[in-house]
């Protein structure tokens, strides 16, 4: 009895999906025939069935599809649970529905499984559910998968036939991040290789499906992982307020600092509640639904997620996810839905389709318009509130989400953060060390100088509005205008991608993280401020070669700014600065990363252009530089001591 009890409390989740009519609840209900699992009377009444329909035939699928509209359509609807036991232990086995109109009712079953068998048909081979089956079980972080190849007794037991399918279905699922881990060659009706092997194949010396079955590992409790515990609900006895949750990674113990997210709240767990009442439970680990109350009273409600200070959960507005969409209507840009992970829930707005895959030859299209029904698709989604996120491949328990259309499911997936910071750390207190000082030129001189006042422009709004390309038309209209402008470009995809496009006309700028366009050749970058104003001419550009040449870049012309070192984009930036002729030219370390022999020659080059009547600004920790600045021209050293800025002394 005490072995009984315990598989039983360890019960295996396996799914079984395929595509339509391959054979999945034949199989089940061979399986549960051969391991005698079978009700009383069950095999009685499926024969009664058969010869009521007129065969003599036995459709084992009948043992599972209950309802009378899939026996009169010979189709599974609904996800179907049955248990059995092998020698080794206790199985929930799912039964999933083929049909794409059923493919919800695919995904709720695979949900919750803990390994998948997909079956093939030996007569058909992959099909278009075999790979979308495939690839929803990959988004559901699946990784225990058994392949079927059923019908054999269709094919003579051929070898030659199983080894071709099982190659094109093994290549799919590898070019998908699956990995079978075992491939068997079955007849579900005549019930080769389910629980014996027969004597149809002998040719195949691999394990029989209830060998397979009983090899499938137990998914071990995360406890290793980060601690996250979403409350699930506050409850309130007299004065003591216990959160209640179940642990889904890491573990818990009395005395822990808990930080809360995304309200960054802190508190120190003063006790373990257990019902019944347990007073010696100090911990509390992976799976476990416990409460705990807090030395503090802060505000924590359902949907807050509590970790240790140390590895908490990322906060963010905005995420991607790689989702499968099952509603009819489709998902486009700007549309409103719930989402829900653990104890979150959230509204948010689509931002945008960042591509669509096509689950038959995962080809990918990035120009799509809106997700149909039973697509794949990579959408980034934007909500008003800071929510907090773990990445699927961080934390499967907190990384997959559900998406609702006011109250049914229209899709779900997996939460994928790439390409996107960690907002909770620009929320932390910036240094102290940081104070504002006083300019030297009051805003009217400086208004007066200029000929205009300063000004910020923010282009926003939904992605494909235009707001990259009109503010690379500003850019062009502006950079060769008088005075400086500076233009914030954001694009929703991925803040930062285009950047801040800093415009100077008067004033050159030479440091290494000078403005460039990273789509634009060195040369083309350079001769930019020419050829927005209509200057350029092939003298002009062959000047430019020259420049670039002295400044030992000429082997660099073709290249893109990305693949510039610091030190050569501080070259090209004193190039760029010389072709726009400003009056005065500030340079921020200009020697950085330059051997001696480079830092003379980019020395000389500011000489000539003071002694032209350009006013010529440099800061640097380079003391050698100072010394030959000053060997050379009439250079005024000034130092900055006790947030002062005073006239260096001859000692320099």
């Known amino acids: 009895m005490t072995e009984i009890t315990e598989v039983n409390h360890n019960q295996f989740r396996v799914v079984i999906v395929g595509h339509v009519d391959h054979g999945k609840s034949t199989l ?76 919800k009712n695919m995904v709720s079953g695979a949900a919750a499984a803990d390994a998948a068998i997909l079956v093939v048909d030996a007569t058909e081979g992959v099909r278009e559910q075999t790979k979308r089956h495939a690839y929803l079980l990959s988004l559901l972080g699946l990784r225990q998968v058994g392949v079927v190849i059923n019908k054999m007794d269709m094919v003579g037991h051929s070898s030659e036939t199983y080894a071709k399918v099982s190659k094109e279905v093994d290549d799919y699922l590898q070019s998908i991040g699956l990995s079978a881990n075992y491939i068997v060659p079955i007849s579900a009706r005549e019930g080769d290789m389910i629980s014996s092997r027969g004597d149809a194949m002998p040719w195949y010396k691999g394990k029989t499906l209830v060998d397979v079955l009983d090899a499938f590992e137990y998914d071990s409790p995360p406890l290793s992982r980060a601690l996250r515990f979403p409350i699930q609900d506050v409850y309130r006895f007299g004065e003591e307020r216990i959160l209640v949750g179940r642990v889904e990674s890491g573990s818990l113990s009395k005395g822990d600092k808990i930080l809360f997210s995304p309200t960054n709240e802190e508190a120190v767990i003063t006790n373990i509640k257990t019902w019944p009442t347990d007073s010696s439970k100090v911990t509390a680990g992976a799976g476990e639904v416990t409460g705990i109350t807090l030395d503090e009273r802060i505000f924590v409600e359902r949907g807050h997620i509590g970790s240790h200070t140390t590895n908490p959960p990322m906060l963010s507005n905005v995420f991607r996810a790689n989702i499968f969409w099952l509603a009819a209507k489709p998902l486009k840009v700007g549309n409103t839905y719930k989402v829900r992970y653990a104890t979150v829930e959230a509204t948010v707005t689509v931002q945008s389709i960042d591509l669509v895959i096509d689950t038959d030859d995962l080809g990918q299209n990035e120009k799509a318009g809106e997700v149909g029904k039973n697509a794949v698709a990579e959408v980034t989604f934007r909500s008003q509130d800071m929510l907090p996120i773990d990445p699927y491949t961080d934390n499967q328990k907190t990384g997959r989400l559900v998406i609702y259309e006011d109250y049914d499911i229209a899709g779900g997936g997996a939460i994928n953060m790439e390409g996107y910071p960690d907002q909770r750390l620009t929320s932390q207190p910036k240094s102290e060390n940081i104070y504002m000082v006083d300019t030297l030129v009051s805003d009217e001189t400086r208004i007066e100088l200029k000929g205009h006042a300063g000004g910020i422009f923010w282009f926003t709004g939904l992605s494909g509005a235009g707001k990259s390309t009109l503010l690379k038309l500003c850019y062009m209209e502006l950079l060769a205008t008088k005075g400086t402008v500076t233009l914030f470009g954001r694009p929703a995809r991925d803040i930062g991608r285009d950047g801040v496009a800093m415009v100077r006309r008067r004033v050159g700028i030479v440091h290494q993280d000078c403005q ?137």
């Open 28 to 103: 089940i209900g061979r399986l549960l025939y051969d391991t005698k699992s079978l009700p009383d009377g069950k095999y009685e009444e499926l024969v009664q069935i058969c010869k009521s329909r007129g065969t003599d035939a036995l459709e084992w699928s009948f043992v599972l599809d209950a309802f009378q509209a899939e026996r009169d359509q010979a189709i599974t609807i609904d996800t179907t649970q049955i248990w059995f036991s092998t020698q080794e232990r206790d199985y929930v086995i799912i039964d999933a529905p083929g049909h794409r109109e059923f493919l």
């Open 516 to 652: 460039f366009l990273d789509h634009l050749p060195l040369l083309e970058n350079v001769a930019l401020p020419l050829t927005v104003s209509g200057q350029s001419t092939e003298a002009h550009m062959e000047e430019m070669r020259e420049l670039l040449g002295w400044v030992g870049l000429a082997s660099k012309l073709r290249a893109l700014p990305p693949e510039l070192s610091g030190g050569e984009r501080q070259r090209a930036a004193l190039a760029r600065a010389v072709v726009m002729s400003p009056d005065v030219i500030l340079a921020d370390e200009p020697t950085g990363n330059l051997d001696w022999e480079m830092s003379l020659r980019l020395l000389t080059l500011l000489v000539e252009l003071n002694r032209m009547g350009k006013a010529i600004l440099v800061a640097t920790h380079d003391l050698n530089l100072i010394r030959q600045a000053k060997s050379q021209v009439a250079a005024r050293v000034l130092r900055i001591k006790d947030r002062r800025l005073q006239l260096a002394g001859a000692d320099l």
